[in-house]
């Protein structure tokens, strides 16, 4: 069996592989001993955004051979990004498994999570770039830490969002919701005026709210980034 492991800025994730069939997600990086103890793992591949070397190190003490993502190592696709080596590996990884889910088609993967970032692949399986832009949460923080009194607002206290804000909280709401709503299908539209036969991956922690409010333009994937990695774990060896 494989582990794919996304160490994320505020999370890790970690997906137990049959070959290509995820069997389990867990969502602490605790969980590796219990893991490790019941699994026979034969490889491992990590993604790293955040700066944790723990669950790393549990691996190799273990023997398990482990693989490090980066844009040095073999990939499904050719990256003409101008600076590769500073590329998150965990938008190689959603990239990856974002084109081989749609052979054939243009697709714009995007990420819900800390940031919003948006990666592009065209059909011929060539990694271009994108976008990186604040995420949610960071959008309520910035307007509260960087304003003498704006409170900090938690959107999931709310069950509507409306565009005209009634009061300074839900003025707030409507900015940074519909901000991030429209942000994202203005990029859609001129993706797909550019290139056509596009196909749009939703994944991160904020996908399934913004894939509600976006009317089904993005087919969600949750778990993404952590098949990227097992996709490129297999291409490897």
């Known amino acids: 069996m494989n582990l794919a492991i996304d160490i994320g800025n505020t999370q890790i994730k970690i997906g137990l592989f049959d070959k290509d069939g995820l069997v389990e997600v867990f969502a602490a990086k605790d969980s590796i001993e219990e893991i490790l103890s019941n699994r026979k793992i034969k490889h491992a591949i990590i993604s790293k955004t955040g700066a944790n070397d723990e669950v790393e190190y549990r691996l190799k003490e273990k023997k398990i051979k482990t693989m490090v993502l980066s844009s040095q190592l073999k990939l499904p696709?050719?990256?003409?990004?101008k600076t590769p080596?500073?590329?998150?590996?965990d938008r190689i990884a959603g990239s990856v498994a974002a084109s081989a889910l749609f052979e054939g088609k243009n697709v714009?993967?995007?990420?819900f999570g800390t940031c919003i970032t948006y990666d592009f692949v065209?059909?011929?399986?060539?990694?271009?770039?994108?976008a990186i832009s604040p995420g949610l949460i960071m959008r309520f923080k910035a307007l509260h830490n960087y304003t003498a009194k704006l409170p900090l607002v938690d959107p999931m206290q709310y069950l509507n969002y409306e565009l005209t804000g009634?009061?300074?909280a839900t003025s707030i709401l409507s900015g940074v919701v519909n901000g991030i709503k429209e942000e994202v299908a203005g990029i859609i539209k001129e993706y797909n005026l550019r290139f056509g036969n596009l196909?749009?991956?939703?994944?991160g922690g904020d996908a399934g709210f913004f894939v509600t409010l976006l009317k089904n333009e993005i087919f969600a994937r949750p778990y993404l980034v952590l098949e990227g990695l097992n996709h490129i774990l297999n291409y490897n060896i």
């Open 77 to 81: 696709l050719e990256i003409l990004y």
């Open 108 to 111: 714009l993967k995007i990420d």
């Open 122 to 130: 065209n059909n011929k399986h060539q990694y271009l770039g994108g």
């Open 85 to 89: 080596e500073t590329l998150g590996a």
């Open 199 to 203: 196909q749009v991956v939703g994944t």
């Open 166 to 168: 009634s009061d300074t």
